[in-house]
């Protein structure tokens, strides 16, 4: 499974980006996908997840309830963050993430970086 990201940049305060993470390989066995952020000086947070095995439950952190989504679209093989009212709490890299097949393997895409500022 291959994962590229893509959409990140810079942001006003209450600004919108949407998060792209395509997927390629054996996706036919990803049983879920997520996205992560890291801050400088801050560990590796998982911020929102999609159990695609189960029906696409999500699943979100806390500061990012009612603001971000997770979604899928089949046909394109891709997840999307769509990522709204940011604030510059949420700047970070963000990370794609699929957990793969009966053994769980994981897998990562590039980072993209998203910055909040005026």
């Known amino acids: 499974v291959q994962l590229q990201a893509s959409g990140g940049g810079l942001v006003q305060p209450g600004g919108s980006l949407r998060l792209s993470c395509a997927t390629s390989?054996?996706?036919?066995?990803?049983?879920?996908m997520g996205w992560y952020r890291q801050a400088p000086g801050k560990q590796r947070e998982l911020v929102a997840t999609?159990?695609?095995?189960?029906?696409?439950?999500?699943n979100y952190v806390d500061s990012v309830k009612d603001r971000f989504t997770i979604a899928t679209d089949n046909a394109k093989n891709t997840v999307y963050l769509q990522m709204n009212s940011l604030k510059s709490e949420d700047t970070a890299v963000y990370y794609c993430?699929?957990?793969?097949?009966?053994?769980?393997?994981?897998?990562w895409g590039q980072g993209t970086q998203v910055t909040v500022s005026s």
């Open positions: 993430n699929a957990v793969v097949g009966k053994a769980s393997i994981r897998y």
């Open positions: 390989g054996s996706i036919f066995s990803i049983k879920h």
């Open positions: 999609i159990f695609i095995a189960s029906g696409g439950i999500t």
